[in-house]
């Protein structure tokens, strides 16, 4: 059993308006130092492989085939013991 | 200026909406190997403060005042050079 984590973030260039809106409600709650926000998506997925390189293979087609926009997203996979 | 990570959580025992969603539809694209997904929300912050303890101080009161709920949520902070 491994456990991953998928890290899925905005291409640059991409507006991001998830971080946009989270900066400004920070900044009209008074957090002026605020000077960026951006927003991440992290997939903590445990999978039944026999080995690290099999199980990397897989978390890469679930990104392919499901979790990233390959337009707008960069995508990370990290497996416990990396 | 520091940059920084809150990664925000549910508490254990708090159903995971996305996270089921996404497991069932690894599973349905034949992923079998998957056993859990959590869904975990990053927000990536820069700001504009003299020391790090008083960003962190920031950061918490962000945390408890707009980022998670504390019902829910569970909250973890680290600044870049910890």
New interface residues.
């Given amino acids: 059993?491994f456990n991953a984590e998928i890290?899925i973030e905005l291409k640059p260039g991409i507006l991001d308006a998830e971080?946009k809106t989270?900066k400004n409600?920070?900044i009209s709650?008074g957090?002026n130092?605020?000077?960026?926000?951006?927003?991440?998506?992290?997939?903590?997925?445990?999978?039944?492989?026999d080995s690290k390189e099999k199980?990397r293979e897989?978390l890469e087609?679930?990104c392919e085939?499901?979790?990233a926009n390959p337009v707008i997203n960069n995508y990370s996979i990290s497996i416990e013991g990396d």
Avoid: N, P, Y
Avoid at 34 to 47: A, N
């Fill in positions: 059993m890290r971080g989270v409600s920070l709650l957090f130092s605020v000077k960026d926000v951006k927003s991440i998506k992290v997939f903590k997925i445990s999978l039944d492989e199980a897989e087609k679930m085939q499901l979790l």
